[in-house]
């Protein structure tokens, strides 16, 4: 059965800057796409960033340059380095995974078969 768990969620300052972690456990495929998504009230979910199993990342364009993903394949976590936060970054942010072999992609995200619960990022 496997697990997505977010962490490193919070409150900050306009300018700021935040990791967020993602923990998978009970996750046994060797070819992947894990990404991160961020949903802002009462709107769709946005693709932020998504990284594949051979490290090849993609982003997407409202956080392209300041935020960064990455991850310790060792460990099965996965985290997202987010800069010069914004106030319009604030939002529930969300990790995902695909098992399989597509590279690393955003859309659509209904092929992303596994979602955490998500963390809050506020910013002020």
């Known amino acids: 059965h496997v697990q997505l768990v977010e962490s490193g969620g919070g409150s900050v300052q306009a300018g700021e800057s935040l990791r967020l972690s993602c923990t998978a456990s009970?996750?046994?495929?060797?070819?992947?796409?894990m990404a991160w998504f961020r949903q802002f009230p009462g709107k769709e979910r946005e693709g932020l960033a998504a990284i594949d199993d051979n490290g090849e990342t993609t982003y997407g364009e409202s956080v392209k340059g300041r935020f960064i993903i990455s991850q310790d394949k060792e460990k099965h976590i996965w985290y997202l380095q987010m800069n010069s936060l914004k106030p319009a970054d604030s939002a529930m942010y969300f990790c995902?995974?695909?098992?399989?072999?597509?590279?690393?992609?955003?859309?659509?995200?209904?092929?992303?078969?596994?979602w955490g619960k998500g963390t809050q990022v506020t910013v002020s």
């Open positions: 009970g996750y046994t495929y060797t070819r992947y796409c």
């Open positions: 995902a995974a695909y098992g399989g072999a597509l590279g690393p992609f955003l859309a659509p995200d209904y092929l992303f078969a596994y």
